[in-house]
């Protein structure tokens, strides 16, 4: 049957066309073979690439040449002479893409594995130094002291230290005190950072050790540049479109400020503008803009700003006075009064009064009870505004500090004496610093609360941290939480204070007063022989001249010992309990001898009275 269809087959083809064929296949047969050739040569390259496609090459390639003399494989190779050679070509392309894929995974994996095994090396040998680390011995720190300094060793020793001290319990090296570790802390710090002993302690003391090196590495990086929008002039929106179409790249602040702009990068000097020569903006950081907003002038007002230069405060008071009112723009040193009155002027302020005093003789000048708002932006030591002024680091010591302090109280007092209680808008006094330091600020703020009759009211500042209520031993009045610390690495803003004071009353509470009371506190069994005096002796007005006689003559007689005193509080050496009590002792016995004096003496007057009678 079979034979029967391919009989038919054969016969049913047309007989001229496979005549055709048939000699178009005989003359092709010499370019057959050597196609085969070709063949076998590329067949034999590809045995050596690939080990894979051997065999299959092999063997179609070795049937061809096998065939090349029967008839039947002429027939079949005389219709597929371009299918064979573009399968070939098909082959080696798919061949190589397969090549270069594998290629390119095997080295993507490779590079995977080792970025793996890196990561996992580089997390052991950070996990082992860190469970092993120990505070380096006294040679180690000699050995220290005699190179130079090695930075990224310092750096890591920080990091480690900071590290046990946030859970010291379960990372403590075993026979380490805490003190060990904070100790080598501030030798490290001094030296990576630059800082000097006093300071560098007085930072420990304030923040924990996580904080502390957030607030070092911000005092490291300079604060963002801020606009002040001199609203007697123009609007916010108008200046920043006109600063944008001149390359300056500007955002609004914040929320809690309308007027202020945050400048990115600009194109031109930000501070030699046409709009800045005409006073339409003021260079100005922005926690400068916190004490303006804590006193909240009003039209119509009589101010005083006690350290008026560079003028930015200033300036911003009379634009939030629409330039109504008087302001007395007060300043000390006469070198910057050329820039306090430029600013003046370049900003089109009309109500202020540019005046030269030490600010403690102000109230003789303009009058005690005469001013409705004070602002006093207290001259300071810096301390936070280090990123500005890095001298700052080595320059305070503890005697600085002091002197500040002791300005700054003269000044505050100046201040409230100044202001009126009985005024109808004001009465308020704003004190303010660049400083962190608790001597300056709070220490200041409880002084002024013992001396005159004011109180602690909100600033109206809806951020910052709540004021130093107690610290280090010291125990300040408790309102002291209304005040405001600002710091730049919370806040993103040079470290400032502001306190904000209501005078309710002029009267003052005078040193001698202050001195009996601390006198009446140590020794009660003062006060109960004062009481029996002033009933023996008749009215009130006679024991008050007594006790202030008394106390003079205790003052002259004992101011050896109030200069002892304070020369022990300097050195911070506290008397013991015998000499405490040997000291209330000479106090009571000079106390009895006053007022048996005192007695005899009214009683030798009674008597000449009643023989003149």
Request: charged share 35%; glycine share 6%; aromatic share 6%.
């Amino acid at each position: 049957m079979a034979g029967q269809k391919t009989n038919k087959k054969k016969s049913g083809g047309a007989p001229p066309r496979k005549k055709q064929k048939a000699s178009y296949t005989l003359e092709k047969e010499p370019e057959k073979e050597d196609l085969l050739s070709d063949l076998d040569c590329t067949n034999e390259h590809e045995e050596l690439k690939d080990s894979d496609e051997e065999d299959l090459g092999v063997s179609s390639h070795s049937e061809l040449s096998s065939d090349c003399d029967d008839p039947f494989a002429n027939d079949i190779l005389q219709g597929s002479d371009d299918e064979v050679s573009e399968e070939g070509s098909d082959e080696d392309s798919d061949s190589d893409v397969s090549d270069i894929e594998k290629r390119a995974r095997a080295i993507d994996d490779e590079k995977a594995r080792e970025e793996e095994d890196a990561e996992a090396e580089l997390q052991l040998n950070i996990k082992e130094e860190s469970d092993e680390f120990r505070l380096p011995t006294e040679e180690e720190l000699e050995e220290e002291a005699h190179g130079p300094p090695d930075l990224t060793n310092l750096q890591r020793r920080i990091k480690e230290i900071v590290r046990v001290l946030s859970n010291f319990k379960s990372l403590r090296q075993e026979g380490a005190t805490r003190k060990d570790y904070v100790d080598q802390l501030k030798k490290d710090l001094s030296s990576y950072y630059g800082y000097n002993d006093f300071l560098v302690e007085a930072l420990v003391e304030m923040f924990p050790a996580v904080e502390l090196m957030e607030l070092i590495e911000a005092f490291e990086k300079p604060r963002p540049i801020c606009l002040r929008t001199n609203t007697l002039k123009t609007r916010r929106r108008d200046l920043a479109g006109v600063l944008l179409n001149r390359g300056v790249n500007l955002d609004p602040l914040r929320k809690w400020s309308k007027v202020g702009l945050v400048v990115y990068d600009s194109q031109v000097p930000i501070g030699a503008t046409p709009e800045y020569m005409a006073g339409h903006y003021m260079l100005q950081g922005a926690s400068s803009f916190l004490p303006v907003m804590a006193l909240a002038p009003q039209e119509k007002e009589r101010i005083v700003d006690m350290a008026a230069a560079p003028g930015g405060k200033t300036t911003y008071i009379a634009a939030l006075m629409k330039n109504t009112g008087i302001i007395y723009a007060n300043e000390m040193k006469e070198s910057r009064l050329k820039s306090l009155t430029a600013n003046v002027h370049r900003m089109g302020v009309t109500n202020t009064i540019i005046c030269n005093y030490d600010g403690r003789e102000l109230p003789k000048i303009l009058g005690n009870n005469s001013i409705d708002r004070v602002l006093l932006d207290a001259p300071c030591s810096g301390t936070g505004v280090i990123s500005k002024d890095e001298s700052v680091k080595t320059s305070k010591n503890a005697l600085d500090i002091q002197n500040c302090a002791h300005l700054q109280k003269q000044l505050i007092l100046a201040a409230i004496d100044a202001v009126d209680p009985n005024s109808k808008s004001g009465g308020y006094i704003v004190y303010s610093t660049c400083s962190i330091m608790v001597a300056e600020n709070e220490a200041v703020i409880d002084y002024a609360l013992k001396k005159r009759d004011v109180k602690l009211v909100p600033c109206g500042l809806d951020f910052g941290r709540p004021g130093f209520i107690r610290f280090r031993g010291q125990h300040f009045h408790p309102t002291l939480d209304k005040t405001r610390r600002f710091y730049p690495h919370v806040h993103n803003m040079d470290g400032f204070f502001v306190a904000k004071l209501k005078k309710m009353s002029n009267k003052k509470t005078t040193s001698q007063e202050t001195e009996t009371l601390g006198e009446a506190k140590e020794a009660p069994g003062l006060t109960e022989s004062n009481g029996q005096n002033s009933e023996e002796d008749g009215p009130k007005y006679q024991k008050k001249s007594v006790v202030v006689k008394e106390k003079k003559q205790l003052n002259n007689g004992h101011t050896g010992e109030k200069a002892s005193v304070n020369e022990k509080r300097q050195k911070r050496k506290f008397p013991s309990r015998e000499e405490i009590a040997r000291a209330r002792e000479e106090k009571r016995q000079a106390f009895r001898e006053a007022s048996s004096k005192a007695k005899t003496g009214s009683r030798g007057k009674k008597r000449k009275g009643q023989g003149k009678s």
